[in-house]
């Protein structure tokens, strides 16, 4: 006879199954079988205890944006499962793979506003890639193993597990479940060879071609061929907020960041090519400025896994579905080597224009207090370019992904698509585990770090080597940039009272230090590196600093303002 | 209202007139889109949702077993642009459980529609042309009592619609109740069952790995 054991224990091995070892959660009520099942697999399963739910799944997701594995979190019915709702949120828009599984009243007090009962399936259906109610023992394993098997292959998402009651403490006859096809899914679409062809012919043909780097590469990884293809034919690209690290900064190649605070060359000579090739990114509104003249003059590409993504916001000539590990390789094997080298010069002239009316004041300037550029910068060369870059929202996301240099891949961290405040000190957390071998540089705003400043809570228990870096500006600095620009400097609610951050880090044990003067820079990133384990650097920068370039919402990619006409 | 010019006598033309009408609304064309999905629970409203959150307002919709085991057969009915129903089906496919999802203008695919009328007995005995109207529009009647009778109707939107009118105008009308629509495609090839077996062909090959 085979062994009979509870459905929170099958949980257990099916989670060991999948391989997974970190999990970030909070217990409560309608998950205690689960806990109390986790206490015997302590030592298989690594439980992070978070400080707030909302942290356990930012966390989740730090940990899966660096290591390419599945995050995954365990909290309880009701308010855990709804605290963990941004997380989802942000994971969706990312494709972030995770799972999230939260306890649920028993099977019999479903529908009765028992307590603690939230319908977490309705509320998670709109912003999961795959939601279910496990409501019998039985079927533990195979949701367990389907929901892994959803979340990290195809284009990765969130996956939410209800697990009621009934189905923690029912017994089972356990038996390892391994879901590797679903009829109605298909993860892994057949590229077709006409379009592989078609593309090919179209890059020969091309005299002014451009790449548009997405985090598809990283999630695909794929950054050794996007490599291989950019350099046969010498095509230059430009990466999105998310695909900032899978082309090294310094890539002869990588002309920069696209986006309302990207690079100006980029941006403008996305309406000057006249092939654009979009790869695993999605034409976000940040990206594209103006829908009516993005790049109107020419032809363009799309490699995507998931073929919603064709002519949603930009209509394509050519859609190319499948992995890019695989239609990249492909490509590249048709084209032919190619120089284009007065169009890649052609950049240059923009990459001047912004350094100096731009870059160059803000990493090297002069006189006046520090500047979120410059600690930035200085930061990322401190750590030899090798850093992992987390950032919450807001001034330090813009400054950090513009100024922190890339040499190893999925080394950037951000809420893009949802931007949440408060998703940095977690994520960073999550980081740690995913790449403890790294150095993990968090950027956060001092409006952000207290959305989730619990998670330091997190960080002294664990002791998470997170090199936290507060650029604190006395306001909700990105807010209060739009209202300079845009509200006639009417700073309604964005200036901000602050703690003393010193003393808050001292009373959880991490140590600190507070950087004013220019000349301290240095030596105080110097010492918050050479520190073992957490460190806050707090950085007193410039209050009303702006982010530049900018394309205002809903200009024209190529109108990046450099400067702000008072 | 629907259309109340239309004399039901001479139907046979205004139902042509209706019928452009009910296929064109603000310039959009009438789609009708078919959805195939497995049997799991709770994809109903994911499906609904799809359109909610487009501003996409569902005219009719009908949910049934299919002729595939274990399949489901959503028949949707909205307003909306090609480009729209393109954007559609593709966020409805990338939901997990549904198979397939794709959209029609009437040309392609045999549609019907079923509607019951209750109406008052009394009435229709008082009033010739009660019966008359119901037999001009090829309704059949299923259940007579002193109260009420039951009059039952298939056919296109539109001429559910004129019978209604007609019976309207007559004052009889109890209850009246309009199915969604329901349809099947024209085409020779069904497009689930090759789905179907692409989709097991890669299901052997991921076996033999
Ligand atoms: C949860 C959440 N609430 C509000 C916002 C809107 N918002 C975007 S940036 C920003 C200001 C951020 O201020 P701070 O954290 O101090 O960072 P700074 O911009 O000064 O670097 C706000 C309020 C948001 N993105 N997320």
């Known amino acids: ?566 | 209202m629907p259309n109340q010019n239309n004399d039901c006598q001479t139907c046979g033309k205004c139902d042509k007139n209706a019928r452009e009408k009910n296929s064109v609304r603000n310039g959009m064309p009438l789609h009708t889109i078919l959805v195939y999905s497995e049997n799991i629970s709770g994809l109903l409203s994911q499906i609904t949702a799809v359109f909610t959150r487009r501003q996409v307002n569902i005219e009719t919709l009908n949910v049934c077993a299919s002729s595939t085991p274990g399949v489901h057969k959503y028949t949707i009915t909205c307003y909306c642009d090609t480009e729209m129903a393109e954007m559609l089906k593709k966020q409805m496919e990338k939901r997990i459980d549904v198979l397939q999802a794709n959209y029609f203008t009437d040309d392609q695919i045999y549609i019907q529609e079923t509607a019951l009328f209750k109406l008052s007995t009394p009435a229709i005995l008082e009033n010739n042309r009660i019966s008359k109207v119901i037999r001009i529009h090829d309704a059949k009647i299923v259940e007579v009592n002193p109260t009420y009778s039951i009059v039952e109707k298939t056919g296109l939107t539109e001429e559910i619609l004129s019978l209604f009118d007609s019976l309207t105008e007559l004052e009889c009308i109890l209850q009246f109740v309009r199915s969604g629509r329901i349809a099947v495609t024209k085409s020779r090839i069904e497009k689930l069952d090759e789905y179907i077996q692409l989709r097991e062909k890669k299901h052997a090959q991921i076996m033999e790995q």
């Open chain 1, 1 to 566: 006879m085979k062994e009979r054991i509870t459905g929170a224990e099958a949980l257990m091995r099916s989670l060991v199954n999948e391989g997974v070892k970190t999990i970030f959660g909070y217990p409560g009520g309608a998950i205690m079988p689960v806990f109390d099942a986790l206490y015997d697999y302590r030592d298989r399963l690594n439980h992070i205890l978070v400080r707030h739910e909302q942290g356990a799944t930012h966390a989740a997701q730090g940990f899966a944006r660096v290591s390419g594995e599945v995050g995954c979190c365990i909290v309880t019915s009701g308010p855990g499962a709804t605290n963990t709702i941004t997380g989802i949120a942000d994971a969706m828009i990312d494709s972030t793979p995770m799972v999230v599984i939260c306890g649920q009243v028993g099977v019999s007090m479903l529908g009765t506003d028992a307590f603690q009962e939230v319908d977490v399936v309705g509320i998670t259906s709109p912003i999961s890639k795959w939601n279910f109610q496990i409501r019998r023992a039985e079927d533990v394993a195979w949701a367990v193993s389907r929901a892994f098997y959803i979340a990290k292959s195809g284009r990765p998402g969130p996956v939410v597990l209800d697990f009621a009651k009934n189905a923690q403490t029912g017994m089972v006859e356990y038996e390892p479940a391994k879901v590797d096809f679903i009829r109605s899914y298909d993860p892994d679409p057949q590229p077709s060879d006409e379009a592989i062809k078609l593309a090919a012919r179209m890059i020969d043909d091309s005299v002014k071609p451009f790449v548009l780097v997405g985090q598809g590469v990283e999630l695909g990884n794929a950054q050794n061929e996007l490599r291989e293809f950019l350099e046969k034919a010498q095509i230059p690209a430009g990466c999105t907020l998310l695909g900032l690290s899978a082309l090294p900064t310094d890539h002869p190649l990588n002309m920069g960041m696209l986006g309302m605070h990207g690079n100006l060359g980029p941006n403008v000579m996305t309406n000057q090519c006249d092939l654009l090739i979009a790869i695993g990114m999605r034409f976000d509104d940040r990206v594209t400025g103006n829908l009516n003249t993005y790049a109107k003059q020419a032809k363009i590409i799309h490699f995507d896994i998931d073929p919603s993504e064709f002519d949603k916001n930009v209509k394509v000539d050519l859609p190319v579905l499948g992995n890019c590990k695989t239609t990249l390789a492909a490509v590249s094997k048709l084209i032919s080597p190619a120089k284009h080298n007065s169009w890649i010069q052609g950049f240059q002239p923009y990459a001047e224009k912004e350094y100096n009316k731009v870059i160059e004041k803000a990493i090297h300037p002069t006189q006046g207090p520090l500047l979120m550029g410059e600690v930035v910068r200085k930061v990322s060369e401190a750590a030899n370019n090798e850093a992992v870059l987390v950032t919450d929202v807001g001034q330090n996301q813009m400054f950090g992904c513009r100024y922190f240099k890339f040499t190893k891949p999925r080394s950037v961290v951000t809420s893009g698509g949802c931007g949440t405040m408060g998703f940095g000190l977690p994520a960073a957390i999550g980081a740690t585990f995913g790449v403890p071998e790294r150095t993990v540089c968090l950027f956060v705003g001092d409006g952000g770090l207290q959305m989730t400043i619990q998670e330091l809570g997190t960080i002294m228990e664990q002791g998470c080597p997170v090199k936290i870096i507060l650029l604190n500006n006395n306001f909700l600095g990105n807010v209060r940039q739009w209202q300079a620009m845009f509200f006639n400097h009417r700073y309604s609610f964005t200036p901000m009272a602050n703690p003393d951050y010193e003393k808050i880090a001292e009373a959880y044990g991490i140590p600190a230090h507070t950087v004013i003067d220019r000349q301290d820079l240095d030596d105080s990133i110097r010492v918050m590196l050479d520190t073992p384990g957490p460190y806050l650097l707090q950085c007193a920068v410039m209050e009303e600093d702006n982010v530049l370039p900018m394309t205002p919402p809903g200009a024209d990619v190529d109108k990046m303002m450099l400067e702000i006409k008072e």
